[in-house]
């Protein structure tokens, strides 16, 4: 009774909030709690289901190529009589191309790691290795055992290291096989085997998540391979009968206490082998709604409470609004939203403050929009400065080459040579325009790669096909030639016995361009070639030497010009040649 009236009222209010909502949140908590752990031991159990049917199709994809063992070049290879060095060499180059031919069909170029075929005859092949020879008796490698202990079947096989792959580091894969039978005898004649990647499996299972920490993995039967590996922390803190439960049972799920925490195990098997999709994820995690609607009922009945002591302050409240929103806006302002306002019904002092902050916003917005603009205007001299760059070294070796087969009275190849380097530079100069027609684009580099071939003779070829329905377009100038000039000087020229480049232009779907530029020089180790795709959209800090400068120079164009969206993109590999692809919006 010695409380006042304020605090009285209070605690009627709370009271009265605060009982009838906590009855009502334990009541629906209570409900939904079983109902939400339900549906997500359900879903996991359907995640676990999708998990392996996506497994299980991988399997089945790579067993098409078990089909080739069935063809008629595979068991003449395999075949104990009339076998002659000749045809044994015909059947193996065959067989070669029948491996390309069913990748081709089944375009798997990653997922198969190699397709083996071995003959007791003496007669092995490989994808990789071509035919190849075993120092050791066939029958009495473990694979094969496996293989021939049922001819019929299809073997699935996981290797911690391969004995037939005379590779070395030919590891983590599993194998695929099956006995070659000869059709009329049924006699086994040797056995194919197509080495699937596991990294394949590892992706699947990567890809499918139950909460923060939860993960599947796939064990084989006996449970001595998983993936990925995970050694003995599958069934960690796991007793001796929930391990049996999994490895025994076909599909199911529990939940089990481990160090302090539930955790829920799901599992499936994969049809035919017995192999187990297992998923395990601490419980709490995927509760985490059931949680919250605790904790949101808790906050309500906080908030219930809060609310009857702020009726207490609202006069307060008016008058410090205004100062929360302006400071709200000069938060916003703070975060780089210049186009925020602070607004007010007031007309005292604080309105003043308003307005004050309202006119300074509009200032500093009207000043970084003036400097966008100049640093735009200057970025675009300098890009067209440094497009108006042709590398004088090509001009003077042109020049001399014209001189020497001048003095060689070669007259044909010099006219040819001046007419191409007048109509190199034509279209260079063409009037200071900044955009010219594809086919334009497309007869500069023709006239480019005609005096570098006249300059360098056997070591350089080219081939140019651009699409017709392009010719029409505008295109940025200068887009493909330092593409070209990048792949002479840094592919074909190191290349001792020369190269080819390759020119592509085509029409693709919604209103884009596609040109690609391909060499078959030396290529880029994979640490070249990712600090190349790095230093991409780096300024144009680069030395002109440098192998990049030409591609960031033609990158930095394409994004000021066209937009962020286009650009460049460069693949290349050690020793086979590099291919840089250039999408670009129809213009014109």
């Known amino acids: 009774m010695r409380f006042s009236l304020r605090a009285k009222l209070i605690l009627i209010f709370g009271g009265l909030t605060t009982i009838p909502l906590g009855i009502v949140g334990i009541v629906s908590y209570s409900g939904s ?11 996991a ?5 999708q998990l392996n049917t996506s497994i299980e199709l991988v399997f089945k994809d790579s067993e098409k190529f078990l089909k ?18 000749d045809s044994t060499f015909r059947t ?19 997922t198969i790691k190699g397709i083996y075929i071995l003959g007791f005859n003496g007669n092995n092949i490989s994808e990789q290795q071509g035919r190849f020879d075993l120092d050791r008796d066939l029958r009495s490698l473990p694979t094969i055992k496996t293989i021939l202990s049922a001819p019929g079947e299809v073997f699935r096989i996981p290797h911690s290291s391969v004995e037939y792959a005379n590779s070395p580091g030919y590891t983590d894969v599993v194998s695929v096989g099956k006995a070659i039978v000869r059709p009329l005898t049924r006699d086994v004649l040797g056995v194919i085997i197509v080495d699937l990647d596991s990294a394949a499996i590892v992706e699947l299972c990567g890809n499918v998540r139950m909460g923060e920490s939860g993960y599947f993995t796939v064990v084989t039967q006996d449970g001595q391979f998983s993936y990925p590996p995970r050694g003995d922390t599958v069934f960690g803190g796991l007793d001796a009968e929930s391990r049996r439960a999994i490895l025994s049972g076909q599909e199911g799920y529990f939940v089990r206490r481990i160090h302090g925490q539930e955790e829920l195990f799901v599992y499936n098997t994969l049809e035919g082998v017995g192999w187990k999709v297992i998923g395990r994820v601490k419980l709490r995690e995927l509760m985490a709604g059931a949680y919250n609607i605790r904790n949101l009922t808790g906050i309500a009945v906080v908030l219930c409470l809060l609310f009857t002591v702020v009726l207490y302050f609202f006069i307060s409240d008016a008058l410090t609004h205004p100062l929360r929103d302006l400071k709200e806006s000069m938060g916003l302002a703070e975060s780089g939203n210049l186009d925020v306002r602070a607004e007010t019904r007031n007309t005292d002092e604080i309105a003043d403050l308003c307005h004050g902050f309202n006119g300074m916003i509009v200032k500093i917005k009207e000043l970084m929009e003036s400097n966008i603009r100049e640093q735009e205007e200057l970025k675009k001299s300098e890009l067209k400065a440094l497009q108006a760059q042709i590398n004088p070294h090509f001009l003077y070796n042109t020049l001399d080459a014209i001189v020497w087969m001048t003095e060689a009275n070669n007259r044909e190849e010099v006219v040819q040579m001046t007419k191409t380097l007048s109509t190199f530079f034509r279209i260079v100069l063409s009037k200071g325009e900044e955009w010219i027609r594809v086919e334009e684009e497309v007869e500069h580099n023709r006239a480019y790669l005609t005096i570098q071939k006249m300059r360098y003779r056997d070591i350089l070829e080219y081939d140019i096909e651009v699409d017709a329905g392009l010719a029409p377009h505008k295109i940025l100038k200068l887009t493909l030639q330092p593409l070209v000039e990048n792949a002479i000087y840094h592919g074909i020229k190191n290349r001792r016995s020369g190269g080819t480049i390759e020119i592509r232009g085509t029409k693709e779907s919604g209103d884009s361009m596609r040109f690609e530029v391909r060499d078959n020089g030396v290529g880029m180790s994979p640490e070249r070639l990712a600090s190349v795709r790095k230093g991409l959209d780096d300024d144009l800090t680069a030395s002109p030497h440098s192998s990049g400068y030409g591609l960031k120079n033609v990158n930095q164009r394409i994004k000021l010009y066209y937009g962020m969206k286009w650009g460049i993109r460069i693949d290349s590999e050690e020793g086979v040649g590099t291919l840089v692809s250039i999408l670009l919006p129809t213009i014109g």
């Not at 159990?45 to 289901?49: E, G, H, K, N, S």
């Not at 067989?95 to 990653?110: C, K, S, V």
């Open 33 to 43: 709690f079983s109902t939400i752990q339900e549906n997500i031991i359900d879903s």
């Open 45 to 49: 159990a359907q995640l676990t289901l």
């Open 68 to 85: 080739i063992g069935n063809h008629e070049r595979a068991i003449q290879f395999v075949n104990p009589y009339r076998q002659t060095e």
């Open 92 to 110: 193996s180059l065959e067989l070669i191309e029948l491996f390309g031919l069913f990748r081709n069909i089944y375009e798997f170029d990653t």
